[in-house]
């Protein structure tokens, strides 16, 4: 039998079967696309992301692709300046188009010995005494493993299937992904604009070419439905992008909020998008999904090698992802709530752009190079206040 059927190939997917894998375990990896394939996303890797793409041992590999480097944010509310970001001196992130890095790290993962099969879709996972002991695919075909990991993103199956969905999404956005060249926008930043309830954020992939991915909010849904080429070439001109030209179709998704009770279920543990998601803004989704990974193979190894697969023992990698991502999930509620109120996101920039160490210090926090309690510092707070 399988010691893992990992549902998703995606960077969770991936990295947890190079992971598994290279511990000399049995893993397969299953994903309903054919890859390469794109991905909505702002295709940025954060720099707290660029380590992990080190440790897994990949970096090299993405290098070889010329993505760009992002040395900060600019964040700019309405037709304001706004203010910047720097990550620190020596740290950068990357702009990558996803059916790029997605496919190097599918790659990776075959390379590290984890077997992978693209175009088959999970619909169910299956059941035994109350545990799960595999996954069902479209077809009937019955795939039993050991462990079951749900790596299959946002609206996971996995989820939905072991009960572990906590509500419905409430944050209610819709977003819209294209390429564009032609754009103007300073090279080594990434920018988010903000109009009214909406926002756009653009960043150089590599080669001159932006990916730019436009959020707004739900009740906007059924025009971007009825025509997303329309709705984003003018959300382009819009936001200040008139000599901007798309050079693919329009990608859109959302809503994104999907919160989940916890990430561990007897015989089947969750990573990436499918162990919660809440807002795309601070673009730390590519980082989460490669570090939890991380934590939960190193508990699922040992799970394995002691036999002993029930929710006790998985319980150490629910406690590491609380630890790791709890507090900057609770930072990612807080920007949103700025985000999302034009005249509070005004006079925050205002005081930011006047105060150079409070934007750099946020932009660290998301970036996840500083932990959250850097905020805290009292010469900090005293910025925000005087
Ligand atoms: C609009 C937007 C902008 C974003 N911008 C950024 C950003 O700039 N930087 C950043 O770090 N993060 C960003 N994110 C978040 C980031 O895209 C995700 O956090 C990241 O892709 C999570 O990786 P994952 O492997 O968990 O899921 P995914 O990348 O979604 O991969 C899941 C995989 O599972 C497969 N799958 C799904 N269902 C099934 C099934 N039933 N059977 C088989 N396979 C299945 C899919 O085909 C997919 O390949 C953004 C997200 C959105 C929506």
Known sequence: MLDAVIVGGGPAGSAMGARLAAAGHEVLVLDRAEFPRRKPCGECVNPAGVDALRALGVLDAVEAAHPARLDGWRIRPGAGEGFRGRFPRGVHGLGIARDVLDMILLDHARGRGAEVRTGVRVTGVLREGGRVVGVEAEGGEEIRARLVVGADGLRSVVVRRVGLLRRAPRLRKVALTGHVDGVDAGRGWGELRAIGRGCVGIAEVGGGRFNVTVVVAGGEARQVAGDPEGYFDDALRRFGFADARRVDEVLTSGPFDFPVRRAIVDGALLVGDAAGYYDPFTGQG????????????????????????????????????????????????????FVSRPVLLRLVSRRFSRRPALGDAIIRVTGDVRPVRSLLRPSLLLGLVR
């Open 286 to 337: 590519i980082f989460r999904a490669l570090r939890g990974a991380e934590l939960a193979a190193r508990t699922a190894g040992a799970a394995l090698r002691a036999g002993d697969l029930s929710a006790a023992a998985l319980a150490p990698y629910e406690r590491d992802r609380r630890r790791a991502f709890g507090p900057g999930e609770r930072v990612q509620h807080l920007v949103e709530a």
